[in-house]
């Protein structure tokens, strides 16, 4: 997606925030930061997993409430519709939420008004536990809009991904919304309380892994092609990984938000509750 477009375009989505983070150039001290509640998180601490953000990049976060990342991306689109400036909304959202009325409702107004708005269905064929043919009657949710035109794109494989993308945003800058429909998968578990091995096999999952993997296909493409030698690819991973260890233990480092934090980023500035004093524990309250 980061290859077909620039960062004036807006990203919206769901809880699996992390990549998309580090693809508008988060760092990985951001990352790991927020992850364990520290200052040094790109959300301050305050965020945890679910809720990165870079708003310098145009990234408007991971967001917890299921679809809700949706009419705000349309809003977002309408933004940038009213500016004129030829960029797009991407709103990622997932199978399981691609039943919400909400998402029908931003759909329709963002017809309506021609907005450069792309739905892009991450669909990994399980809402949490429960497999898509069980929650939709309908699991071609590419040609949910019939007012919106839909593709339907191979999720697992990068350039697919690129060239859809590409044509998605020269579509909406034009003629006003489309939905991605992604066919990807879930290796895992949907969260750690999720063995993510009870309503699906295991040969279900060892058969994508084997034909599907996007890393694997672009490794054998990089071996055909010459670009790289095996030795040269492991050389990358040890690099990354070292990279990754480093940020880890930086991140430990970093202090805990203060309680005042507590109060910070809910009201307008000037209105709302802060603490004060020397040891911060009265608080103040100012309303309009």
């Not at 699996?16 to 364990?36: A, V």
């Not at 809003?75 to 009325?101: H, I, P, R």
């Not at 009657?137 to 999720?155: A, F, H, N, T």
Request: glycine share 12%; with cysteine.
């Amino acid at each position: 997606m980061e290859a077909a477009i620039t960062k004036k375009d807006c990203i919206i989505t769901a809880y699996r925030d992390h990549c998309t983070f580090l693809g508008r150039g988060g760092t990985l001290l951001q990352i790991f930061s927020e992850l364990m509640g520290r200052q040094g998180g790109c959300s301050k601490g305050k965020g945890g997993s679910m809720h990165f953000y870079k708003k310098d990049a145009g990234f408007y976060g991971g967001h917890g409430i299921v679809g809700a990342q949706v009419p705000l991306g349309c809003g977002l689109a309408f933004g940038q519709k009213y500016s004129k400036d030829e960029t797009v909304t991407f709103a990622l959202y997932g199978d399981g939420a691609a039943n919400q009325g909400q998402l029908f409702e931003a759909l329709n107004i963002s017809a309506l008004w021609d907005l450069p708005a792309i739905l892009v269905c991450e669909n990994n064929h399980y809402g949490m536990g429960t497999a898509e043919w069980r929650a939709a009657k309908s699991p071609s949710y590419y040609k949910r809009g019939d007012y919106v035109p839909g593709l339907k794109v191979d999720g697992m494989d990068v350039f697919a991904v690129k060239q859809a993308c590409k044509f998605a945003k020269e579509h909406a800058l034009k003629n006003g919304p489309i939905i991605l429909e992604m066919d990807t998968y879930r290796y895992h578990g949907h969260s750690m309380s999720d063995p993510g091995s009870t309503y699906r096999t295991r040969d279900e999952i060892s058969g994508v892994r084997q034909e599907r993997d996007p890393i694997e296909r672009i490794r054998k493409l990089i071996f055909a092609h010459d670009l790289a030698t095996e030795k040269e690819l492991k050389d990358i991973e040890k690099e990354v990984r070292k990279e990754v260890d480093e940020a880890i233990a930086k991140a430990k480092e970093s202090p805990m938000p203060e309680p005042s934090e507590l109060f910070t980023n809910i009201y307008v500035k000037g209105y709302g509750a802060e603490s004060f004093g020397a040891d911060r524990k009265e608080v103040r309250t100012v309303l309009p």
